[in-house]
């Protein structure tokens, strides 16, 4: 196939039409005439050898391969408007845009808050919109990256996609203020003979990995799709929880729990921005990785690790 002998509008109308799957509704969607659209759809059935569109009763319905080119276009289409919307300059305090980001509640808490702060202080143009991490990031880690720009990420979980690193954080155990059996410290036994709260997903895989090494598997009680609502779901139960320890700092006067190291050197977190290498030479988003780099070496160290295994609370 020969890029240079394509149209490459007929991707726009390609994605009218397989969202659409109606001519006329695809026509107005883009600004063309009806009989404009049935001719791209005519130019797009000669290409494809198929007829993308198939008349059922009164309507129309995705032919097989229609239903495959369907995230295709959409993911092509996303590409090609970040790739013709680059900008060769980009003055952020003048400028009017919107950025959005992919993160864990855990990112924004600790990172995305001062990031929008100082957005706000140095580009009042420029809006920013976090999405929540979705359940497809490492298996279609490219379709994800080519629709944003850009995924707040710990290393070890994807790779293979240039990055920004922003700051190192470490895991520690929350337990209730007034556990029965926890005081200063836990044991690998504590680990497995404890309920636990978990963070539902698995984007944090290293730290997952490190468990199944050590031989300890949680036994969960109660998983929830918020970092930050792990603390809430330990206070005044017997139930443990594994979080950022930047997390708990921030957190701390909001349950009434304490910081306890892990029984084990726990590997380490850095958190990284991660983008499409559509992105990489435009000027845009060099400021936003820039800023992002510098919010990040801004942030306050987390908290020292305690002498031996035992750690206080963190207010």
Excluded: C
């Excluded at 410290?185 to 944090?204: F, K, S």
């Amino acid at each position: 196939m020969n890029l240079a002998r394509l149209d490459l509008n007929l991707v726009v109308a390609l994605r009218a039409l397989l969202e659409e799957r109606n001519v006329t509704r695809a026509g107005q969607r883009v600004g063309l005439s009806q009989p404009a659209m049935s001719a791209a759809l005519s130019r797009l059935r000669r290409h494809f050898d198929d007829d993308l569109l198939a008349r059922v009763g009164g309507h129309y319905e995705l032919t097989a391969l229609g239903q495959v080119l369907l995230d295709r276009t959409s993911t092509a289409y996303d590409v090609l408007e970040r790739l013709f919307s680059s900008q060769a300059e980009f003055d952020p305090a003048e400028e009017s845009r919107e950025f959005k980001l992919v993160a864990s509640d855990y990112a924004v808490s600790v990172f995305g808050a001062e990031l929008a702060r100082l957005v706000h202080e140095e580009a009042p143009g420029i809006r920013l919109r976090f999405a929540q991490t979705p359940p497809t990031v490492v298996d279609d880690t490219a379709t994800l990256l080519s629709a944003v720009d850009g995924l707040l990420m710990p290393h070890g979980v994807i790779s293979d996609f240039p990055a920004t690193d922003l700051y190192d954080d470490r895991w520690v155990f929350v337990v209730a203020d007034d556990h029965p059996s926890v005081t200063d410290r836990l044991t690998r036994q504590d680990l497995a003979d404890l309920p636990w709260v978990t963070y539902q997903r698995t984007y944090d895989a290293p730290a997952v990995r490190q468990l199944g090494m050590l031989g300890v598997e949680p036994r969960v009680e109660v998983s929830v799709d918020s970092f930050q609502l792990l603390p809430l779901l330990v206070a005044g139960t017997r139930r443990i929880a594994m979080v950022q320890a930047r997390l708990a700092r921030l957190l701390a006067p909001i349950a009434p729990v304490r910081v306890v190291e892990p029984p084990y050197e726990a590997v380490p977190l850095r958190e990284a921005l991660w983008w499409h290498p559509v992105h990489t030479h435009d000027a845009a988003h060099i400021w936003l990785r820039e800023t992002a780099a510098r919010v990040g070496a801004g942030l306050p160290r987390p908290q020292d690790r305690p002498t031996g295994n035992s750690a206080n609370s963190p207010r």
